[in-house]
């Protein structure tokens, strides 16, 4: 009897341990995938600008990274948004601890022919936009201008006091013929609670940030809307897709930088009030949406939405898109576009 029932119980152990390494490697594939193949980013690839044309003269230019690292010059004077070139992937993210990648940050300056730069601005101080700031400043000279919660990361990276610099609401900084005013402003309001409660509350930094450190220790700080003066032309930055109500009455910009990021999953009441206090408060003539690639894709190549795995938790992409594609249906007299990586693109001539 035992030497009969032998072979069937090892037969079954055998496929057994087929189904579970079948159903292993199931996982793996799916998991493979969320994590390393990514959406289509939600804006319309007729947008797209080629950059890369004859520069006059005095004339203002714009190159772009990703998310909303943004780098405007004269010729005279060059500044940065955030300055953010690190991608820490989605495990790292979730279970690991984060700092500046010194090497991504060295090869993504020189990318943008950056050498030295007057300021580096981050708009607020979640790690998609603060974390490499220090560095950046360290390594181009830059001043480290934001929140007290900014200043105390560029502590914690061992900036030196004499290049931060804590803004003030809406107390123009004059670099070169730029005239930069800073206006606080809300971070996007994230539609799922603990999401919102843990990037969101208790934002300050109150201390020296020594990385390595968790994401959510890059608490947001101050988010700011910067709107901008040259004698060419001028311009509203918006990093986040938050608002405050009547903020920007009164003041006109002729390009909006509008950071999209997460808009698609809130409501369309939220998304309508949105556009009504930044664009239609300025009356521009262009939008340029910024903030709508992956926070882990890779730093070169086209631009990638999220990651598939981010999208299935957070969704709303299709409904960014088609948001922002109706808005240029219904006001033709906008020009949507959107900037290549790297490249320098005439702003104003």
Do not use: C
């Not at 969320?34 to 203002?60: I, M, R, T």
């Amino acid at each position: 009897m035992n030497g009969e029932t032998r072979p069937g119980i090892l037969l079954m152990l055998r496929r057994l341990l087929l189904s579970l390494l079948l159903l292993a490697g199931l996982f793996a594939a799916v998991l493979a995938y969320g994590l390393l193949v990514y959406n289509k980013p939600p804006v319309d690839p007729d947008w797209a600008l080629a950059g890369g044309e004859p520069v006059p003269d005095g004339a203002v230019t714009v190159r772009f990274s990703g998310t909303a690292t943004l780098l405007f010059s004269d010729g005279e004077t060059h500044w940065m948004t955030d300055g953010w070139f690190s991608r820490p992937g989605v495990p790292r993210l979730l279970l690991g601890k984060i700092a500046p990648d010194v090497a991504a940050i060295r090869r993504a300056l020189e990318a943008n022919g950056v050498s030295q730069l007057d300021a580096v601005l981050p708009l607020h101080s979640h790690y998609d936009h603060a974390m490499d700031a220090p560095e950046v400043a360290r390594a181009t000279g830059a001043l480290l201008l934001g929140s007290e919660s900014t200043a105390n990361i560029g502590r914690g990276w061992g900036l030196p006091e004499e290049q931060l610099r804590v803004l003030v609401d809406r107390q123009p900084v004059r670099l070169g013929k730029f005239v930069i005013t800073p206006i606080e402003s809300r971070h996007f309001e994230f539609p799922d609670p603990e999401m919102r409660r843990r990037a969101l509350g208790e934002p300050l930094i109150d201390a020296p940030l020594v990385p390595p450190v968790s994401v959510f220790d890059y608490r947001l700080g101050k988010a700011y809307v910067l709107h901008v003066t040259h004698p060419k032309g001028s311009w509203l930055i918006v990093g986040s897709a938050g608002y405050v109500e009547g903020a920007l009455q009164g003041l006109s910009a002729d390009v909006v930088f509008l950071g999209v990021g997460g808009l698609g999953s809130q409501t369309p009441a939220y998304r309508e009030t949105f556009w009504r206090e930044t664009v239609a408060s300025v009356a521009p003539s262009r939008i340029i949406p910024i903030h709508f690639d992956g926070l882990t894709a890779p730093l070169s190549g086209p631009f990638r939405g999220e990651a598939k795995a981010v999208g299935w938790a957070s969704g709303g992409l299709e409904e960014t898109l088609a948001f922002l594609q109706g808005k240029a249906a219904a006001y033709p007299q906008l020009s949507f576009h959107t900037l290549p990586r790297f490249a320098r693109v005439v702003l104003f001539r």
